[in-house]
C-alpha cells in the first residue's frame, strides 16, 4: 500500500510541527490533497526554496539568506542602537511593532544554570565585540520577563557596563490590560515606575 | 527585502491550512528553519511527492495515487459490503476502526438544500451503478448523525431499496460516555435500541 504510505509520511511529518497533533495534520494533509493546485504545490515550493536558501546571520543571528540578514544589510539600521532579543521570534515581535529603527542581536536562549547554557552557549561575547565594532552607543534589552530573562539581562548589563548605555523595556500595565486580571508583581513594578505629571 | 520575503510567503501559505493562525504559522516556520535538516527538507519532499502523486480513485472517491485506491484493487475487500462515507477523513476513522473488511464509497459531502447540493453532485448515481455491478449484498451507510447526514442516508436507502439490504451505524451510548454528559436525543435513541439479555 504505497500510496497510502507516503500519505501517513506526509502525515507523521506534519504532525512533528508546534501545534499541530496527530488529529490536526490528517486534517491539514487532506486539507491541502483538497487543494493541491493552489495550496499544496505552492507551498511545497516555498518550504523548499526556504529550507535551501536560509540560514543564520554570522554577525546578528537573525535568519536570513545571506552571511548577513536584512537588517544588517541595511545602513538606516546603523543608528547606534542595537536590541538585543532572546529569539527570533521575538525579534518578529519587535518588527511588527515598527516602532524601533536600529539592528539587533539575537542570543539564541537565555542563560540557565539548570539546563547548563552559559555565555559562551548564547551570542554575548559577540554582542560585546560587535558594541566595539560598530560604535553603539544604546543597547536595549527586549528580554523576556522571566527569571532566566532577567538573570541574562543582568548578566549582558554587567559585560557593557562602561561600554555604552543599557537599557531595557519598562515594565507595567499592557495596553488594554485590566488591574483585576493582573497579577501582584505587575501592579507592584507598574506602580514603582509610575509616571508624574503624565497628563 | 527578498529574503524576509520568502519567508512572509511561507508563513502565509501555512496560515492557510486548517488549524493553523498566523501566529501558529510563524512558530511553526521558525521551527521549521530550525530544523530544516531533518524536517523541513523531508517534508517539503514528501509535500511535493504527495501533491504530484495524489488523486482520487475513480470507482470510490478515496485518495490514492492510481486510478483505482488500494481497497479497490484489493481482492480481498471484494465482501460484497460497501461502507459509504462523507468524506475521506471518515474513511480513514473507520479504517482506524479496523473492524471493517469491505469497500468504500466516499460521497464527497451531504445533501443539503441550503447549499443546492443535489444527488447528482455527489457520488450517488456511481453508488447506485456499483451495486449492480459489484454484487454487493449490503450497504453500510456510515454518515454523521446531524440533519444533513441523515437526511442523505434516507436518500440513499430509497434509492437503493430492492436492490440490495441497507443498513446504517449503530445509535446509543458511546464508550466510555457518561450519561450525565450526554444530550437527551442520545440517551433517547440508546433507550429506543436498548439490548435485551446483553448480560
Avoid at 67 to 81: I, K, P
Avoid at 137 to 152: F, K, P, R, S, Y
Avoid at 160 to 174: D, F, I, N, T, Y
Wanted: glycine share 10%.
Amino acid at each position: 500500500m504505497s500510496s497510502q504510505q507516503d500519505i501517513e509520511d506526509l502525515i507523521d511529518l506534519m504532525a512533528r510541527l508546534p501545534g499541530l497533533g496527530p488529529r490536526s495534520a490528517r486534517r491539514a494533509v487532506l486539507h491541502l490533497i483538497k487543494k493541491r493546485g493552489r495550496l499544496m504545490h505552492p507551498l511545497a515550493q516555498a518550504m523548499q526554496q526556504v529550507a535551501e536558501s536560509a540560514r543564520e546571520c554570522l554577525r546578528c543571528g537573525n535568519i536570513g539568506t545571506g552571511d548577513l540578514c536584512d537588517f544588517c544589510t541595511d545602513e538606516r539600521r546603523a543608528n547606534g542602537e542595537i536590541c538585543v532579543v532572546e529569539d527570533v521570534a521575538d525579534l518578529w515581535a519587535m518588527e511588527r511593532a515598527g516602532v524601533f529603527k536600529g539592528r539587533y542581536h539575537v542570543l539564541g536562549g537565555t542563560l540557565s544554570a539548570l539546563d547548563a547554557v552559559g555565555p559562551e552557549d548564547l551570542r554575548i561575547p559577540a554582542l560585546v565585540q560587535r558594541v566595539g565594532d560598530e560604535q553603539v552607543h544604546e543597547v536595549i534589552l527586549a528580554l523576556n520577563a522571566t527569571v532566566d530573562g532577567q538573570t541574562t539581562a543582568h548578566y549582558i548589563a554587567d559585560e557593557l557596563s562602561g561600554r555604552c548605555e543599557v537599557s531595557s523595556l519598562a515594565q507595567g500595565v499592557p495596553i488594554g490590560g485590566e488591574l483585576d486580571y493582573l497579577d501582584d508583581g505587575t501592579i507592584s513594578a507598574a506602580l514603582n515606575a509610575r509616571k508624574r505629571n503624565a497628563f
